[in-house]
């Protein structure tokens, strides 16, 4: 027993988390930053944040992750790390030749105050940054939030750098994709092309972190949103923000800044969370649904009537992301599941689980939210009254050994498994995926538990 | 050399055998800006410390640093699973501002009372050593409350290096060493330094150990315990594996307790053999302990060397890239490659020393291109110009050699398989004899043998077939 540590007893934490199910500020800034093309994710603190940030996406994606560092010293923390950065920037363009330059700050530079505007100022009248070259930044405290905050950050950075009216609005639609996969990002482009609409998707890590081999390292692969579509952002027609909590921020600094619309709706996960995105799309430029997408609806439909005796009444255990969980639990609940227990270590806000709370009000029974919690306290509960189905990242592989439930890995990180950077989980097609993924691990359970005489062969 | 740029004041960390006067500096902080491989003081405390499996590790700063350090080291236990959890005080905001004593002491207060630990770990992180959080009066506070040892690991890791942190965790396991009775303890008794059990490799090393006739008192820190690292002063020799992380211990038992040390590798046949002869040397009062090692030598021997031989008629020739944590690891993956009859075309490591590089430079051959705490571009680089059939790191490594078309192989805590002792050496032979000669690597495009900057950062265009590499040229 991996977690035999975890006791069913629950008692009240004040202040501490165990097993987290969230981690810093600056991964998520460094995954988004990787969505930009030619781009050097580069964090302004000690040299482990980095390191640890570049192996974890490394683990996850199975793909080199380029990033830098401040490497600050002990002196650094005392006289403040702008000499660290401005080295850093002449080094990085020097040598490793980035278009831009995404700055992140941590922990450690926040707190003693590092004024990361002031120091590229500084790069720049040093002419250390080179002619059509960019630096940028997003304030990323470790303390505030989770990786998803950081996400956000990052994305409204872009806005606030790059993003500029020509006056006129262009027939383009600005997708901000959310804190999702590059399956996912490739998916949901591939959806807005369908409808034969002009997009422009940031951040965008498709074909950077789901990248073909080679034979060749390449330090900027050929994904990614470029300078000029970041800039173009400003011009278009409408945004479609998807996920509150990682794309609003951009999406409301985009209207702010250059009267750019903006819909805000949940991830494009399941039926009714595609459906919403397909529909908005509709409004925006006034186009109708293709009838290839119809038609892969159709047979998402299908594959749920198919099977919907195996979901029914399905006690659900799910711990994730925010926007991941909101758009999850309405699927689940949609297939007569029931999601009983749901933990997010992102403090998501009162709002946030409130609206969970809506999803979930016909649930039979107590359903067990906690925003923001951890594993720990998850494991506990499901100690306390057993699930059906487990739904979360490669850690949750351990509570689903121990306690002999079915397991689907979906959210980040997977450390144990491939696919997840290759096949989308948004989306009809995402849904049929993850339908796929849900009854594998229900009837794979179904048939290990058989008896002889019970065993089907046709399910 | 190729025009793939190398920063000017990287290029002290790089030396190319034969064609410059030996000059290596190392040992230097990492260059601001660069894609460099290192990690913090904090990493360094936390991988020494984090296989004893009945304490309690706390972290003392915002989420991620316990996030990212959650079970990604295989160091197995036999029994206590404590150490697998992720225990932080996840830092928030208004904690940075009024400080973090308080949830310090809340926290740590309340993980004893659950999971009653032999003792607790408390590491600090950046943010600590910043806001100044008292942690040493909160250990010895809730030390006193609860009646077991609180030790602070001062691992700010803004505050040194990695190998700062090696000497952090030393400190903090230093302040166990004594507290126990060595009551019963054989004159023919060690310790095992420097061994941290991924993939069970400690066992192994305990299991020749054992049948020598000598007693093993305490492991650090593989399949760690607490109250073993207490009585371990009673132990007449530390033999101490990997260079960095424990000579620091070593040192200050001999110097508190006069326990002298020595420093062995188990790694590859040579290596593994000599660890075990100079462990029975030190014992030649008792003859037999030595007799016992030769037969368990040969013994050991004879049972994998038919298959290792196969296995070098495969993988004969075949070229390696070298680039590992610890100096002294990599001392010992060029014999054991050597044994392969493969050629070491470039070593590195993140942490070596002045004394680690001469003696590298003096193992090499002429050509072989030796770095310190090289960035992924250099690495590449050397890959290229050198034809590297196979590169041995840690786990950002790996898919850079995949991208490139060569074969990996594990020789950081990623590994499954335990690479140490003579079944070791069977595994790591085997390992690399599978990803070296493996029929994927037919799948790659061709592998771009000639390179200059504007291709290697921009550009690619595949050549399909022209150089296509296979495993009989």
Same mark, same amino acid.
């Given at each position: 027993?991996?977690?035999?540590?975890?006791?069913?007893?629950?008692?009240?934490?004040?202040?501490?988390?165990?097993?987290?199910?969230?981690?810093?500020?600056?991964?998520?800034?460094?995954?988004?930053?990787?969505?930009?093309?030619?781009?050097?994710?580069?964090?302004?603190?000690?040299?482990?944040?980095?390191?640890?940030?570049?192996?974890?996406?490394?683990?996850?994606?199975?793909?080199?992750?380029?990033?830098?560092?401040?490497?600050?010293?002990?002196?650094?923390?005392?006289?403040?790390?702008?000499?660290?950065?401005?080295?850093?920037?002449?080094?990085?363009?020097?040598?490793?030749?980035?278009?831009?330059?995404?700055?992140?700050?941590?922990?450690?530079?926040?707190?003693?105050?590092?004024?990361?505007?002031?120091?590229?100022?500084?790069?720049?009248?040093?002419?250390?940054?080179?002619?059509?070259?960019?630096?940028?930044?997003?304030?990323?405290?470790?303390?505030?939030?989770?990786?998803?905050?950081?996400?956000?950050?990052?994305?409204?950075?872009?806005?606030?750098?790059?993003?500029?009216?020509?006056?006129?609005?262009?027939?383009?639609?600005?997708?901000?994709?959310?804190?999702?996969?590059?399956?996912?990002?490739?998916?949901?482009?591939?959806?807005?092309?369908?409808?034969?609409?002009?997009?422009?998707?940031?951040?965008?890590?498709?074909?950077?972190?789901?990248?073909?081999?080679?034979?060749?390292?390449?330090?900027?692969?050929?994904?990614?949103?470029?300078?000029?579509?970041?800039?173009?952002?400003?011009?278009?027609?409408?945004?479609?923000?998807?996920?509150?909590?990682?794309?609003?921020?951009?999406?409301?600094?985009?209207?702010?800044?250059?009267?750019?619309?903006?819909?805000?709706?949940?991830?494009?996960?399941?039926?009714?969370?595609?459906?919403?995105?397909?529909?908005?799309?509709?409004?925006?430029?006034?186009?109708?649904?293709?009838?290839?997408?119809?038609?892969?609806?159709?047979?998402?439909?299908?594959?749920?009537?198919?099977?919907?005796?195996?979901?029914?009444?399905?006690?659900?255990?799910?711990?994730?992301?925010?926007?991941?969980?909101?758009?999850?639990?309405?699927?689940?609940?949609?297939?007569?599941?029931?999601?009983?227990?749901?933990?997010?270590?992102?403090?998501?806000?009162?709002?946030?689980?409130?609206?969970?709370?809506?999803?979930?009000?016909?649930?039979?029974?107590?359903?067990?939210?906690?925003?923001?919690?951890?594993?720990?306290?998850?494991?506990?509960?499901?100690?306390?009254?057993?699930?059906?189905?487990?739904?979360?990242?490669?850690?949750?592989?351990?509570?689903?050994?121990?306690?002999?439930?079915?397991?689907?890995?979906?959210?980040?990180?997977?450390?144990?498994?491939?696919?997840?950077?290759?096949?989308?989980?948004?989306?009809?097609?995402?849904?049929?995926?993850?339908?796929?993924?849900?009854?594998?691990?229900?009837?794979?359970?179904?048939?290990?538990?058989?008896?002889?005489?019970?065993?089907?062969?046709?399910? | 050399?190729?025009?793939?740029?190398?920063?000017?004041?990287?290029?002290?960390?790089?030396?190319?055998?034969?064609?410059?006067?030996?000059?290596?500096?190392?040992?230097?902080?990492?260059?601001?800006?660069?894609?460099? !491989?290192?990690?913090? *003081?904090?990493? =360094?405390?936390?991988?020494? /410390? &984090?296989?004893?499996?009945?304490? %309690?590790?706390? @972290? #003392?700063?915002?989420?991620?640093?316990?996030?990212?350090?959650?079970?990604?080291?295989?160091?197995?236990?036999?029994?206590?699973?404590?150490?697998?959890?992720?225990?932080?005080?996840?830092? !928030?905001?208004?904690? *940075?501002?009024? =400080?973090?004593?308080?949830? /310090? &002491?809340?926290?740590?207060?309340? %993980?004893?009372? @659950? #999971?009653?630990?032999?003792?607790?770990?408390?590491?600090?992180?950046?943010?600590?050593?910043?806001?100044?959080?008292?942690?040493?009066?909160?250990?010895?506070?809730?030390?006193?409350?609860?009646?077991?040892?609180?030790?602070?690991?001062?691992?700010?890791?803004?505050?040194?290096?990695?190998?700062?942190?090696?000497?952090?965790?030393?400190?903090?396991?230093?302040?166990?060493?004594?507290?126990?009775?060595?009551?019963?303890?054989?004159?023919?008794?060690?310790?095992?330094?420097?061994?941290?059990?991924?993939?069970?490799?400690?066992?192994?090393?305990?299991?020749?150990?054992?049948?020598?006739?000598?007693?093993?008192?305490?492991?650090?820190?593989?399949?760690?315990?607490?109250?073993?690292?207490?009585?371990?002063?009673?132990?007449?020799?530390?033999?101490?594996?990997?260079?960095?992380?424990?000579?620091?211990?070593?040192?200050?038992?001999?110097?508190?307790?006069?326990?002298?040390?020595?420093?062995?590798?188990?790694?590859?046949?040579?290596?593994?053999?000599?660890?075990?002869?100079?462990?029975?040397?030190?014992?030649?009062?008792?003859?037999?302990?030595?007799?016992?090692?030769?037969?368990?030598?040969?013994?050991?021997?004879?049972?994998?060397?038919?298959?290792?031989?196969?296995?070098?008629?495969?993988?004969?020739?075949?070229?390696?890239?070298?680039?590992?944590?610890?100096?002294?690891?990599?001392?010992?993956?060029?014999?054991?490659?050597?044994?392969?009859?493969?050629?070491?075309?470039?070593?590195?490591?993140?942490?070596?020393?002045?004394?680690?590089?001469?003696?590298?430079?003096?193992?090499?051959?002429?050509?072989?291109?030796?770095?310190?705490?090289?960035?992924?571009?250099?690495?590449?680089?050397?890959?290229?110009?050198?034809?590297?059939?196979?590169?041995?790191?840690?786990?950002?490594?790996?898919?850079?050699?995949?991208?490139?078309?060569?074969?990996?192989?594990?020789?950081?805590?990623?590994?499954?398989?335990?690479?140490?002792?003579?079944?070791?050496?069977?595994?790591?032979?085997?390992?690399?004899?599978?990803?070296?000669?493996?029929?994927?690597?037919?799948?790659?495009?061709?592998?771009?043998?000639?390179?200059?900057?504007?291709?290697?950062?921009?550009?690619?265009?595949?050549?399909?077939?022209?150089?296509?590499?296979?495993?009989?040229?």
């Amino acid at each position: 027993m991996l977690l035999k540590h975890t006791t069913s007893e629950i008692k009240e934490r004040s202040a501490l988390t165990v097993n987290p199910a969230k981690t810093c500020q600056p991964i998520g800034a460094m995954y988004a930053s990787l969505g930009i093309h030619g781009c050097l994710p580069h964090s302004h603190g000690s040299q482990g944040c980095y390191a640890y940030h570049r192996s974890a996406l490394t683990r996850h994606y199975k793909e080199p992750v380029m990033a830098a560092t401040s490497a600050f010293t002990e002196g650094a923390s005392v006289f403040g790390g702008q000499a660290n950065l401005l080295q850093a920037i002449d080094n990085m363009f020097t040598v490793y030749n980035p278009d831009i330059i995404a700055v992140h700050t941590t922990c450690l530079s926040e707190t003693i105050g590092d004024d990361i505007p002031q120091i590229v100022k500084k790069a720049e009248a040093d002419g250390k940054i080179p002619e059509g070259k960019y630096v940028i930044h997003a304030n990323t405290p470790s303390y505030v939030g989770s990786h998803v905050t950081g996400f956000s950050n990052m994305c409204k950075s872009m806005v606030d750098y790059f993003s500029e009216s020509n006056g006129h609005k262009s027939k383009t639609i600005n997708l901000i994709p959310g804190y999702v996969e590059p399956s996912d990002m490739e998916e949901i482009r591939r959806i807005a092309s369908e409808m034969k609409l002009k997009t422009i998707m940031f951040p965008d890590t498709s074909g950077v972190l789901n990248g073909p081999m080679t034979g060749r390292f390449k330090m900027y692969p050929d994904g990614g949103v470029t300078i000029d579509q970041l800039k173009q952002t400003g011009s278009g027609m409408g945004t479609v923000a998807m996920g509150r909590l990682a794309s609003m921020a951009a999406a409301r600094a985009l209207d702010n800044k250059c009267k750019v619309p903006c819909e805000i709706i949940d991830l494009p996960i399941g039926l009714h969370g595609t459906d919403a995105f397909i529909d908005t799309l509709r409004h925006i430029a006034g186009v109708n649904v293709p009838d290839s997408l119809t038609f892969e609806r159709g047979q998402m439909v299908d594959i749920i009537s198919d099977m919907h005796q195996y979901f029914y009444g399905k006690r659900v255990g799910l711990v994730g992301d925010p926007d991941q969980l909101l758009a999850l639990t309405k699927f689940l609940v949609s297939l007569d599941m029931h999601p009983v227990y749901i933990v997010t270590g992102t403090p998501a806000g009162k709002k946030y689980e409130k609206a969970l709370r809506e999803v979930v009000k016909d649930v039979p029974g107590e359903v067990k939210i906690s925003v923001p919690g951890d594993m720990y306290l998850f494991h506990q509960w499901i100690k306390q009254e057993p699930v059906d189905l487990l739904i979360g990242n490669s850690y949750v592989k351990y509570i689903a050994k121990d306690d002999d439930i079915p397991y689907v890995r979906y959210g980040f990180p997977i450390l144990d498994r491939v696919g997840h950077s290759y096949f989308p989980t948004v989306g009809y097609k995402g849904g049929m995926r993850l339908l796929e993924k849900i009854l594998d691990a229900l009837l794979d359970r179904q048939d290990r538990d058989a008896t002889d005489i019970n065993m089907e062969l046709v399910m | 050399m190729t025009a793939i740029p190398i920063l000017k004041e990287r290029e002290s960390q790089i030396y190319q055998k034969g064609t410059q006067p030996f000059q290596m500096k190392c040992g230097k902080h990492s260059l601001a800006g660069s894609v460099s !491989q290192r990690a913090c *003081v904090f990493c =360094g405390s936390r991988v020494v /410390l &984090y296989p004893i499996a009945d304490a %309690l590790h706390l @972290i #003392h700063g915002p989420i991620g640093c316990a996030a990212y350090t959650w079970d990604i080291r295989g160091a197995l236990s036999s029994g206590p699973e404590l150490h697998r959890l992720s225990f932080s005080t996840d830092l !928030q905001e208004k904690d *940075v501002i009024f =400080g973090g004593e308080k949830k /310090l &002491y809340h926290a740590l207060s309340e %993980l004893i009372d @659950i #999971h009653q630990p032999k003792a607790a770990f408390i590491y600090s992180t950046c943010i600590v050593g910043i806001i100044g959080d008292d942690v040493e009066a909160v250990c010895k506070k809730v030390s006193k409350e609860k009646g077991i040892d609180v030790l602070p690991v001062h691992s700010e890791g803004f505050k040194g290096t990695k190998k700062d942190g090696y000497k952090a965790a030393c400190d903090a396991l230093f302040k166990l060493v004594g507290q126990g009775s060595t009551e019963g303890i054989s004159p023919y008794s060690i310790n095992i330094l420097g061994e941290f059990n991924i993939g069970g490799e400690a066992w192994i090393i305990k299991d020749y150990y054992r049948r020598m006739g000598v007693e093993v008192v305490s492991t650090m820190t593989g399949d760690g315990r607490v109250d073993d690292v207490r009585r371990s002063h009673g132990a007449v020799l530390n033999v101490v594996q990997c260079s960095g992380a424990m000579t620091f211990l070593a040192e200050m038992m001999k110097e508190k307790y006069g326990i002298p040390y020595i420093r062995v590798s188990y790694f590859g046949l040579e290596d593994m053999s000599k660890a075990l002869y100079d462990v029975a040397a030190h014992f030649s009062d008792k003859p037999e302990i030595m007799e016992k090692t030769k037969e368990i030598v040969r013994e050991e021997i004879s049972h994998i060397y038919p298959e290792l031989q196969k296995i070098k008629a495969a993988v004969q020739g075949k070229k390696a890239a070298i680039y590992v944590g610890g100096a002294f690891k990599a001392f010992s993956l060029i014999k054991a490659l050597r044994y392969l009859g493969m050629d070491v075309v470039l070593a590195g490591s993140q942490t070596g020393n002045d004394t680690d590089y001469e003696t590298l430079r003096d193992m090499c051959d002429d050509g072989t291109v030796i770095v310190d705490d090289a960035n992924p571009l250099e690495l590449s680089k050397y890959i290229i110009e050198k034809k590297a059939d196979l590169f041995i790191g840690g786990v950002k490594e790996r898919p850079i050699a995949y991208k490139m078309g060569i074969g990996f192989c594990d020789h950081n805590h990623e590994r499954k398989t335990p690479l140490a002792g003579y079944s070791g050496m069977l595994n790591f032979a085997k390992e690399v004899y599978l990803t070296v000669s493996s029929p994927v690597w037919k799948f790659a495009p061709a592998r771009q043998l000639s390179v200059n900057s504007d291709q290697l950062l921009t550009d690619f265009n595949p050549r399909p077939n022209t150089e296509h590499r296979t495993l009989n040229t």
